[in-house]
C-alpha cells in the first residue's frame, strides 16, 4: 500500500533546498561581469567629459586672453606716433616719488624670454580722445618753467607732454612733463611736477623752437606676461604714482611668444617675423607688425599623459621666421611648456594672431 504521507514529505523537501554552489557562483559572475561593464562605461563617459570640458577651458581662456592683447597691441602708439620721425627716442622723466624713468618712445616692445620661456608684451599709448601735437615755438632751456607753443589745443591741466627734439639721439634726448598750468593760451607751464621733479629730464641744450610736443594725456603704458602662477598678467603705470600695478586677468595661460613683423625692404610688407628689438629710428620704421601665440592650458588635471610634446606653432612659409624649423610642408615654432609641474597631464589649446600696428602705418 502506497504511503501518501512520505511521498508529500520527500516532495517538499525538494522543493525548499534552494540553490547551489554552482548556481550561487554562476550569479556572482554575472553580476561582476554587469558591475565592470558599467564601470567601464562611466569611466570612458567621465574621461570624455574631463577632456571636453578641460578642451573648452583651455579655448575659452585662450580666445579671452588672445582678444585683450588684441585690442591693447591695435591700440598702441595712438596719439604718441603721429610722425615716425619720434620712433625710439629716450623718454626721460623724474618722478616725484618713484625716482627716474627712461622708455623708448615707441608703441610696443617685445622682452624675449631666456631659453624660450614666455615673453612680455608692453604696449603705450595716449589715453586722450583725440592728440595733436604741438610745435614749440621758442626755445626751451633746462632751466625754463614752461613751454610756449604755437597752439595748446587737446592739451589739459595734469596731461603729460612728451618733448621730442629735431634730431634725438643718445645725448638729445626725449623728456616727459606733466602741465601744471595753461598761461596765457599758449603757454604750458610745467613747474615741479610728478613727472619733472628732478635733474636730467631735458638733454643740455634744452629742446629748440620747432620741437615737437606729444601729447601722451594720462599716458597708457601696460605690459602683459605670464606669471610664476601661470595666469596672464597685467602690469599697468599709474601716472599718478609712478607705481606698477599687477593684475592676473586670465587664468591656465603658460606660454605667450611674440614676434615683431618687419618690412626689410620698405615695400610695404611684412617680410620677416623675429624677436629682435631695434635700437634706431629706421629699425623701428620697418617694424610693421606683431604676431603673438598664447598656450592656455585646461584647468582639469588627467590622470593618465595626455599630453607628450610641447605644442608647437605653425607659422606658414611665406615670411622669413626666425627659429622656425620644418614640420610637414610647413615652418613651426615649439612652444615650450616642459617647465610647468605634471605639464604632461593637462591639455593646451594654441591661439595666434597677427596685428598690424595701424598707428605706426598712419603715421607714415
Known amino acids: 500500500m502506497l504511503n501518501i504521507s512520505r511521498l508529500s514529505r520527500s516532495k517538499g523537501a525538494a522543493c525548499a533546498r534552494g540553490v547551489t554552489l554552482i548556481e550561487l557562483m554562476v550569479g556572482m559572475v554575472l553580476g561582476i561581469v554587469v558591475v565592470l561593464v558599467v564601470a567601464q562605461v562611466m569611466s570612458f563617459a567621465e574621461g570624455y ?15 579671452l586672453a588672445m582678444y585683450t592683447l588684441q585690442r591693447e597691441v591695435q591700440m598702441a602708439g595712438y596719439g604718441l606716433i603721429n610722425e615716425l620721425s619720434v620712433l625710439g627716442c629716450t623718454v626721460n622723466a623724474n618722478h616725484t616719488t618713484a ?43 633746462t632751466t625754463a618753467d614752461r613751454f610756449t607753443v604755437r597752439s595748446a589745443v587737446g592739451i589739459s591741466v595734469g596731461d603729460m607732454v612728451i618733448a621730442v627734439p629735431g634730431s634725438h639721439s643718445a645725448t638729445n634726448w626725449c623728456g616727459a612733463y606733466m602741465v601744471t598750468q595753461l598761461a596765457n593760451t599758449n603757454q604750458l607751464v610745467h613747474g615741479p611736477s610728478a613727472w619733472n621733479s628732478g635733474a636730467n629730464v631735458a638733454p643740455a641744450a ?17 605690459t602683459f606676461s605670464v606669471s610664476a602662477a601661470y595666469n596672464l598678467q597685467q602690469q599697468t603705470l599709474n601716472p599718478a604714482s609712478g607705481a606698477l600695478q599687477s593684475q592676473d586677468i586670465f587664468p ?20 620677416s617675423y623675429d624677436r629682435v628689438t631695434p635700437t634706431t629710428n629706421a629699425g623701428w620704421q620697418q617694424v610693421r607688425s606683431v604676431r603673438i601665440a598664447l598656450v592656455a592650458r585646461s584647468s582639469a588635471f588627467q590622470k593618465e ?9 605653425d607659422v606658414g612659409t611665406s ?15 615649439t612652444l615650450k611648456i616642459d617647465s610647468v609641474p605634471d605639464w604632461k597631464h593637462y591639455r593646451y589649446a594654441v591661439s595666434e594672431v597677427t596685428i598690424p600696428l595701424r598707428n605706426v602705418i598712419w603715421g607714415g
Open 206 to 222: 634744452g629742446y629748440l623752437a620747432g620741437s615737437l610736443l606729444v601729447n601722451a594725456g594720462q599716458v597708457v603704458r601696460r
Open 252 to 271: 591656465q595661460i603658460v606660454n605667450l611668444r611674440a614676434l615683431y613683423g618687419k618690412d626689410t625692404n620698405g615695400d610695404d610688407v611684412v617680410d
Open 99 to 141: 625716482g627716474a624713468f627712461s622708455w623708448p618712445l615707441v608703441p610696443v616692445v617685445i622682452m624675449a624670454g631666456a631659453n624660450d620661456a614666455s615673453d612680455s608684451v608692453t604696449v603705450m599709448y595716449s589715453s586722450r580722445p583725440y592728440s595733436v601735437p604741438a610745435v614749440v615755438s621758442v626755445d626751451h632751456p
Open 305 to 313: 599623459e595626455v599630453t607628450l610634446a610641447s605644442p608647437v606653432w
Open 49 to 63: 567629459k574631463r577632456a571636453t570640458t578641460g578642451g573648452a577651458d583651455a579655448q575659452v581662456n585662450g580666445s
Open 319 to 333: 615670411t622669413t621666421v626666425a627659429g622656425a624649423t620644418a614640420c610637414g610642408t610647413s615652418n613651426c615654432l
